[in-house]
């Protein structure tokens, strides 16, 4: 290439600059233009995390990725313009219509980002003084990109040229035709609403019901279904609409955990009874992991078939299973130790047979025939 030739390219004579040498132009001012903002983004958001309010780095964050999408936007932009003036003058009104819908879908974008930053703060921020539990941060933040969706798909028709009045029109004619052939998927939406509102349980909260065969934890809560993980550890989905038909436990916010056991000794230490409650008694009241502030009682209960039968009823202080079941053997060992030192036995089931010969009795020869539970 001569220095004429140059020249003409350059604009460095009486002639423009050529529209390739502009458009290269403008593809690299764009890219040192992202490389900086980036990297001032990059080094605010370092300086903003010794702030008190996470709501700073919340913003830079979620405008990280769509600040260097709308400098490419309006970069590329610029230069298809000047390349579409020199190659075909009727792509500019196209060029145009695309950077709207492109500016609109990176102001959508942003605030996405913004809504699932804000989620993520509210939850697990130290900065913030009263955290908010997932389900409902969840919820929240699922209705409001919805919302936005919803809006900007309006807002990017209304720039097309179509007219959002007759596709609202059209939506409210159609949204009852949807409304029959979808219904158990409305069931199901409000069903999660209702979930997401009452909040019956949370995420990794254990649930049952006793009208269905349903136990697990949660795992996760959708707007259709929601998905519990049962203890042999397999996924259970049910539909929303399911917890509006049925009553669902939640024993993971139960205050206390139960102890209700039935002991029975021999009918031959019914003598010694009374003192082996009494001391059962204030075992259990002095112990350290009941909490003696609930209801609990130790008493005679019945005349069993082969034992006179006492009860253990209290209330452990953990909720945790495993603790309470530790709790729960210390309880019942210390209760075996109180019979046994009072030399009395745990019963175990006995029968009394009466043997005949030839028709007539003998006298009655009790024979004890022992059976393990």
């Not at 932009?77 to 196209?94: F, H, N």
């Not at 989905?237 to 436990?249: D, G, H, K, Q, R």
């Not at 021999?266 to 992991?289: C, G």
């Amino acid at each position: 290439m001569n220095w004429e030739t140059a020249q003409t390219y350059l604009g460095l004579g009486d002639t423009d600059m050529h529209w390739v040498v502009r458009v290269f132009l403008v593809v690299s001012v764009t890219l040192v233009v992202n490389f900086i903002v980036h990297r001032i983004l990059m080094r605010l958001d370092k300086q903003l995390e010794r702030t008190k309010t996470p709501w700073d780095n919340v913003l830079i964050t979620a405008a990280q990725k769509p600040a260097g999408a709308f400098i490419w936007l309006v970069g590329l932009s610029v230069a298809a313009e000047i390349s579409g003036t020199e190659i075909d003058p009727d792509l500019s009104s196209l060029i145009s219509a695309v950077r709207e819908v492109g500016v609109i879908a990176l102001l959508t974008w942003f605030i996405l980002r913004c809504i699932a930053e804000s989620e993520k703060a509210i939850v697990n921020s130290d900065k913030v003084k009263t955290n908010v539990d997932y389900t409902t941060a969840s919820a929240i933040s699922k209705l409001l990109r919805a919302s936005v969706i919803i809006t900007s798909a309006l807002v990017i028709l209304q720039t097309l040229g179509y007219s959002i009045s007759g596709v609202l029109a059209f939506g409210g004619i159609g949204g009852i035709a949807v409304g029959f052939a979808a219904k158990d998927l409305l069931a199901n939406f409000f069903g999660g609403l209702m979930v997401y509102l009452d909040r019956p349980f949370a995420i990794g909260d254990w649930v049952r019901s006793p009208d269905q065969n349903i136990e697990g934890t949660v795992e996760h809560i959708g707007w259709r279904q929601t998905r519990i993980r049962t203890f042999d550890k397999r996924p259970l989905y049910v539909p929303n609409a399911t917890f509006s038909l049925i009553s669902v436990e939640n024993p993971s916010r139960m205050t206390h955990r139960r102890i209700n056991e039935t002991i029975g000794v021999r009918y031959d230490d019914f003598s010694l009874l009374p003192t082996i409650l009494a001391e059962i008694k204030s075992m259990v009241a002095n112990h350290e992991d009941l909490d003696t502030e609930q209801v609990y009682m130790v008493n005679f209960n019945q005349f069993g078939p082969s034992s006179l039968d006492f009860f253990i009823y209290a209330y452990t202080k953990t909720v945790d299973w495993r603790t309470f079941h530790n709790v729960k053997e210390d309880v019942l060992f210390k209760a075996m130790s109180i019979i046994e030192s009072h030399g009395a036995e745990v019963a175990f089931p006995t029968h009394t047979v009466h043997m005949a010969d030839n028709g007539n009795m003998l006298p009655p020869a009790e024979v004890e025939a022992s059976s393990k539970k």
